[in-house]
């Protein structure tokens, strides 16, 4: 992979991802795309070109590529691209929908919002896990962040239920949206509670909502949570913008210096 | 060496599970005993994150009496084991683990080594050493510092910076210069984290 990455230029990364020969190739430029941010219109057409792939095939039936892609659309910030994601949301690949749902909240388009809304149709008893899957009916994390980062405040009765899912991510996820959407601490609180999480992976998930919500009431709990101190340093940076994004002058502020002072203490 | 740090040494030599290796390597840093450095120091090899905590935290509280035996084990690390005992050295302070903090602060593979350097740089217990050494090695940390401060990972710039305001706590001679130097990073870095002010004495 670094060798690739080494020899790949913004039109040789367009190039491989033209090509229909060499999958892994075309795969692998998908994401280098996303990652560098290449945001010039050749990219962009190459990548919603990708989205229509049929050539690369998993043994499940989903579309590797088109997953790629649509992550990467989402790293562009160009919000043209919102129609062909929201259309993905149609997908028969679980995973290219989450994807879309994902980027829609990246790219910060609202017209996405009623499709998103669509997916959530049938509420908690729809959710369930699909027959010999790994995953629910539909990316129902992706989808109530995206809500939530979009500002659906339209669709807060629908997402409420959520909170009582029986899968925790989940919950998680329409708290934290609903956190977005409210404004209200009982929905961080129930966040910081989840930093108490017997597994590793649910403190974890809880940790990054708090870092995206940059609730501040959580800047000690997170420092205090059993889990890996960079991802603790990533949530507290969530904390810290959005400290000094609401207080821009002075950037000094009481509470930004007690979050710096958690974060040095995590180095 | 002590009954008990021989009974936690033998612990971890037969734990048959995660669970009971860290909670030997736990009890055996806790004994805060020399006898136990050897040990601690092969534990960070074990490829066992929860273990190597553990380790790690008891060779801090250690502290001064452990930095020659890491130093001394450095080369035959595997990669991971480094990474472990560069954070043990970082915590620790000591002047001696001058030369691999400044290697690891600007060269190392894993962002949390270069971090962990980055920060210990600054906490350096620059007393330990005679004047003349000791400026010579304060100007070097402080350029390894203003390299770590153009790192590609937001965290290292950030660890950098708290090495920088500690840096120039203890050497106000390089204040201005430090200062001068935060001030452009509050303007142009592209994480606003880093932009903001950090309290202290020197920055007002």
Redesign the interface.
């Given at each position: 992979m670094a060798d690739q990455q080494a020899g790949l230029t913004v039109e040789s990364a367009i190039a491989n991802l033209r090509q229909t020969d060499d999958l892994g190739l075309r795969y692998y430029a998908a994401w280098w795309l996303g990652k560098m941010r290449v945001g010039d219109r050749a990219a962009i057409a190459a990548l919603l070109a990708a989205l229509h792939d049929e050539a690369d095939r998993s043994p499940d039936g989903g579309y590797p590529l088109r997953r790629n892609a649509a992550r990467a659309l989402g790293k562009l910030n160009n919000p043209d691209v919102a129609p062909a994601l929201v259309a993905c949301l149609d997908s028969s690949d679980h995973y290219v929908r989450e994807a879309a749902a994902q980027s829609l909240e990246q790219v910060g388009n609202a017209e996405s919002i009623p499709a998103l809304r669509q997916l959530l149709a049938g509420g908690v008893a729809a959710a369930v896990q699909v027959p010999g899957k790994p995953h629910l009916a539909q990316p129902y994390e992706a989808i109530l962040e995206a809500l939530g980062g979009l500002g659906a405040t339209e669709a807060i009765a629908e997402i409420q239920p959520f909170l009582a899912h029986p899968v925790q991510k989940v919950q998680f996820a329409a708290a934290r949206a609903l956190y977005q959407l409210t404004g209200e601490s009982q929905y961080g609180d129930r966040l910081i509670q989840g930093l108490q999480a017997p597994k590793l992976p649910l403190r974890r998930s809880a940790l990054i909502d708090l870092g995206a919500i940059g609730y501040l009431p959580a800047a000690e709990p997170i420092a205090r949570t059993l889990a890996e101190?960079?991802l603790k340093?990533?949530a507290l940076?969530g904390l810290?913008?959005a400290t000094?994004?609401a207080h821009p002058e002075?950037?000094?502020h009481s509470d930004?210096?007690q979050i710096?002072a958690l974060?040095?203490g995590l180095? | 060496m002590t009954a008990d740090c021989q009974a936690q040494i033998a612990a971890i030599n037969r734990a048959a599970s995660s669970e009971a290796l860290i909670g030997a390597v736990r009890s055996l840093a806790a004994q805060q005993s020399p006898a136990a450095i050897p040990k601690l120091i092969e534990v960070l090899g074990y490829n066992n994150p929860g273990a190597a905590v553990a380790a790690v935290d008891g060779l801090i509280q250690l502290g001064a009496i452990a930095v020659q035996p890491i130093l001394d084990t450095l080369d035959g690390y595997d990669y991971g084991a480094r990474a472990w005992a560069s954070r043990a050295l970082a915590k620790i302070g000591d002047p001696r683990a001058l030369e691999n903090l400044l290697a690891a602060a600007q060269g190392d593979f894993a962002l949390s080594v270069r971090r962990a350097a980055a920060q210990g740089l600054g906490q350096l217990d620059w007393a330990q050493l005679p004047e003349a050494e000791c400026q010579v090695g304060q100007q070097r940390v402080l350029t390894a510092l203003l390299n770590a401060v153009q790192d590609d990972e937001w965290v290292v710039r950030y660890a950098a910076i708290a090495g920088l305001q500690s840096l120039a706590q203890a050497a106000p001679y390089l204040a201005t210069s430090i200062t001068a130097r935060l001030q452009q990073a509050a303007t142009e870095d592209p994480d606003l984290a880093i932009q903001g002010d950090r309290a202290g004495p020197w920055s007002s």
């Open positions: 101190n960079s340093l990533i940076k810290l913008e000094l994004r002075p950037k000094l930004s210096g710096m974060m040095d180095l | -």
